[in-house]
């Protein structure tokens, strides 16, 4: 059975509050631990208003602490923000509390604008160009002292916290391969170059004492409903968002439009069409054929889901209908 896991930036629908949001997430995770998800990762993003999980570490305790099986991580904790010792200490005291359920999985994006990575990082010098260090030094804090060490993280000191490499690019394939570190790939919306990505990934694994083989993740968009119609009308609140992020004017998640032509712009959709190339919108046959021959080009080890839905039981209902067209890929993969 190929896994399925959860990515949530806990979302804020327009004329809703962060509290909502976050309300909404620890409901959401704990309707996909009963459906079999394997993880359910959270993101590090900034001064963004439909985005309630910029406090990555505090959400995941929250909802690690409100589920009892569910893997629970961070898809990603954006390094470049933080010294490598307070993730340590923050991914160590977590997996102190909840022991063998915690990833651990990073980027070198700031997750903001630059003016706010500033503001985050008081100065720049802590900068992408240092990120195999950083993360080598994070590394460092999860494995065992050595003798004579004079920092530790504590807690974190010899957890081994699984620790992902995340991208939207070459860069970290070729980073995650070279560390024998497992790979998530941002396809759910930065898809252009997914396959070369993988397949260098693959190409150049060395096996780690973490890893022994390449284990390659891909994002992927599923808004399913029980009718086609449905689903492309619950679609258009994500569109909307991109659109208004590339417009310089983020917000709040907005409802659903049902003239989303009128709403963007002919070349607006054409970017729509390009960054959401790795969305599944459907009933659920349309989402089963569609994710079917997804995993099938592109051999992906583990799927990480995001929903951008409206409405909140819509969302559920979207995952569930996810859900259930993973155990259907699964028994035909299991019989053929």
Not at 112 to 127: F, G, I, Q, S
Not at 220 to 248: C, K, M, P, Y
Request: charged share 20%.
């Amino acid at each position: 059975m190929i896994p399925f896991s959860v990515l949530d930036l806990s979302p804020i629908p327009e004329g809703k509050s962060a509290g909502d949001a976050l309300r909404n997430t620890l409901d959401l995770a704990h309707h996909v631990e009963r459906l079999g998800y394997r993880r359910y990762w959270l993101a590090e993003h900034h001064n963004m208003p439909g985005i309630a999980s910029a406090a990555t570490a505090v959400v995941i305790g929250q909802v690690a602490a409100a589920t009892s099986t569910i893997r629970v991580g961070s898809g990603g904790i954006m390094l470049p923000n933080h010294a490598p010792l307070v993730i340590a200490e923050q991914f160590g005291t977590l997996e102190s509390l909840f022991p063998g359920r915690i990833d651990l999985g990073l980027g070198r994006a700031p997750g903001t604008d630059m003016m706010t990575a500033r503001a985050l990082r008081r100065d720049l010098a802590a900068n992408a160009d240092r990120f195999p260090e950083d993360v080598a030094e994070l590394r460092a804090y999860l494995g065992p002292s050595v003798p004579g060490q004079r920092i530790r993280a504590i807690p974190g000191d010899g957890l081994a916290v699984p620790i992902w490499l995340l991208g939207s690019s070459l860069y970290s394939a070729q980073l995650a391969a070279m560390l024998g570190m497992p790979f998530a790939f941002a396809s759910h919306f930065a898809p252009g170059a997914m396959m070369q990505a993988i397949e260098l990934y693959r190409s150049r694994f060395e096996p780690s004492a973490q890893l022994d083989r390449p284990y390659a993740m891909l994002g992927v968009n599923v808004i399913a409903a029980d009718t086609d119609a449905e689903a492309a009308r619950l679609f258009t609140s994500l569109q909307q968002s991109f659109v208004n992020l590339r417009r310089g004017q983020p917000g709040q998640l907005p409802p659903p439009t049902d003239d989303i032509d009128r709403f963007a712009s002919p070349t607006e959709q054409a970017q729509l069409r390009q960054a959401l190339a790795c969305s599944f919108v459907g009933a659920p046959r349309t989402v089963e054929a569609g994710l079917k021959a997804f995993v099938e080009q592109t051999k992906a080890d583990e799927l990480i889901v995001s929903g951008h839905v409206y409405d909140h039981a819509a969302r559920l209902r979207s995952f569930a209908i996810a859900a259930q067209v993973r155990d259907t890929l699964s028994a035909q993969t299991g019989s053929s």
